[in-house]
């Protein structure tokens, strides 16, 4: 069971690796706003609480 949370894990790093890599941030960087934020910060505090959500559902000791 460890072992898959663990991969669970990883992949999720990878994906987010990537959602916050140079080439996809460039895709928001643009001069727009989003609910009053900039479009890229409204981007990155989405993929900010993205992760933490994501990672908080691996996590959780589920009772079976």
């Known amino acids: 069971m460890s072992n898959d949370r663990e ?3 990883i992949l999720v790093f990878l ?3 990537v959602l916050l890599s140079y ?5 928001f960087d643009q001069p727009r706003l ?3 934020l900039p ?3 409204f981007y990155l505090f989405f993929i900010w609480l993205a992760l ?3 990672v ?3 996590v959780r000791k589920r009772k079976i």
């Open 39 to 41: 479009l890229q910060y």
């Open 15 to 17: 994906l987010f690796a």
């Open 23 to 27: 080439p996809v941030l460039g895709i």
């Open 52 to 54: 933490i959500v994501v």
């Open 34 to 36: 989003c609910m009053g």
């Open 56 to 58: 908080a559902l691996v």
């Open 7 to 9: 991969s669970r894990l």
